[in-house]
Structure formats: C-alpha cells, structure tokens
C-alpha cells in the first residue's frame, strides 16, 4: 500500500477532533471522580450512570438510550448494584421490568459529579476563553439540534 492509499483510510474530518475531545473531558472526570473517592467509577460505568435518569430508569431503556447489549448493561448495573451505586426495583407498570435508581451513595457521587463537571469546564474557559467556550457551546448545540444528514452514510 503507498502513502497514500494510507492516507485516505484515515482522512482528516471533523469527527476525529470532536472524538479526542470528548475522550480528554471524559478521561478527566474519570480521574476527578476517582480523586474524589468514587473508585468504583470508570469508563464502562460512565455508559450506563451518563443515562441513568436521578428518577429511575427502566433497564431496558438504558439499553436503547446507551446502545449497549442487553448483556452488557446487565452486567454494569450487576457490578452497580454491587458496589451500592444503583438498586433495582419491581417497575409498578410492569412486572417483568425493573427500575434502576441511584442508592444514597449514588446520588451523593452525582453531587460531587456535578461539581467536577463545573470545574472541568472552568479549566476548558481558561483555555479557549469565556468567549471562545460561549461560542464552542452554541455550535455544538446547533449541530447536535440539526443532527446529521443520512444521506452520507
């Protein structure tokens, strides 16, 4: 294979750079968390706790909302319930399902979560700058509401 051809199987776009910076703030709240005391915390956790709604959330709707196998999911709210992060419960409007809720210690991590988010963001403002986040937000946003053409898939 020439340079080249190398170079069209991994063409620069807009995804790869979007990829790493949610990777870099992901990766930092992993580690904020941690620091923070919540070691039971980590990537494969973040896919499940990142849907869980402080309400309660049907498993199955975590499925669907995560794109995760059922398998998967089950195994993360296993390893959830098991370190006394979520519980589950009988769901009232159907007895085969069940609502996952975040425990007292579950939602204590969402206090300190949502502090750690702040000062992420905070240090994303010293380096872009209050105008260059504020406008940063506003284009993710618009691109996140218009959504992608299909077509190119």
Avoid: C
Avoid at 97 to 119: E, W
């Amino acid at each position: 294979m020439t340079a080249r051809e190398n170079e069209d199987l991994r063409p620069d776009h807009i995804g790869w750079p979007l990829w790493q910076a949610a990777f870099l703030w992901k990766e930092a709240y992993i580690a904020a968390m941690q620091a923070a005391g919540h070691d039971w915390y980590g990537r494969a956790q973040s896919n499940i706790t990142a849907f869980l709604d402080p309400r309660g959330t049907r498993q199955r709707d975590l499925v669907a909302r995560s794109g995760l196998t059922k398998q998967a999911v089950q195994q993360l709210v296993d390893d959830l319930e098991a370190a006394g992060i979520v519980s589950r419960s009988p769901d009232p409007e159907d007895r085969r399902a069940k609502i996952i809720r975040f425990t007292a210690k579950g939602k204590a991590a969402l206090k300190d979560g949502a502090q750690i988010k702040r000062l992420i963001e905070a240090r994303m403002t010293e380096g872009l700058g209050a105008e260059g986040m504020t406008q940063l937000r506003r284009l993710l946003e618009r691109l996140i509401a218009r959504g992608f053409d299909d077509r190119a898939a």
